[in-house]
């Protein structure tokens, strides 16, 4: 949420900067917020950098976690399940399964979250800036939304195939490579 609003900063600062600023030709204003300008993208790069370790680290905390737990649970199945012709099936979606749930939580959640904040942050910005327009980004944003629901949920039917596919090709490979 932090990272959300210092990326706000710049458009604000430069306008400040044209409305103010340029027409009053203070050079020493116009210095002071030039450096303010360019100092913002200096702290939108560090607060990035420092989001993208923190979710890295808690996604590599979640996948780790998870493949411990799935392995538990292989543990404890009985060995007739685990050498039936159904146990590539088993390695492939214990591998495709963390990895999934490692980018929905990575590029999904979080992203969701961080578009969602970033919304909000926008349609301050745009308040301040001018009503009307934040009128006509009102009624323009439920379309938006409309749309990209229609969208996702073409995508995850999309997805859904795709991981299917997926696991017939890795259960094939794993036949062929143990039979070499």
Do not use: C, W
Not at 42 to 58: A, C, E, N, R, W
Not at 59 to 67: E, M, P, V, W, Y
Not at 138 to 151: K, R
Request: charged share 20%; hydrophobic share 55%; glycine share 2%.
């Amino acid at each position: 949420m932090i990272a959300t609003i210092i990326a706000l900063i710049p458009a604000q600062v430069l306008r400040i900067l044209i409305d103010s600023v340029i027409l009053s030709q203070d050079m020493n204003k116009l210095l002071l917020v030039s450096l303010i300008y360019a100092g913002s993208y200096l702290l939108i790069g560090s607060s990035t950098f420092i989001k993208d370790v923190i979710m890295l680290s808690i996604s590599q905390f979640i996948a780790t976690n998870l493949k411990k737990k799935m392995m538990g649970h292989v543990e404890k199945l009985k060995y007739k399940k685990l050498v039936n012709p159904d146990s590539k099936t088993l390695e492939s979606y214990f591998n495709n399964d963390v990895k999934l749930i490692n980018e929905l939580f990575t590029f999904g959640v979080v992203n969701i979250a961080n578009d969602l904040f970033k919304m909000i942050a926008i349609i301050i910005s745009i308040f301040i800036y001018s009503y009307l327009f934040l009128l006509i980004v009102l009624i323009v944003l439920p379309i938006i939304m409309m749309f990209t629901f229609f969208v996702r949920k073409r995508m995850l039917k999309a997805q859904f195939q795709t991981k299917t596919l997926e696991s017939r090709v890795n259960k094939v490979l794993l036949e062929n490579v143990e039979k070499n």
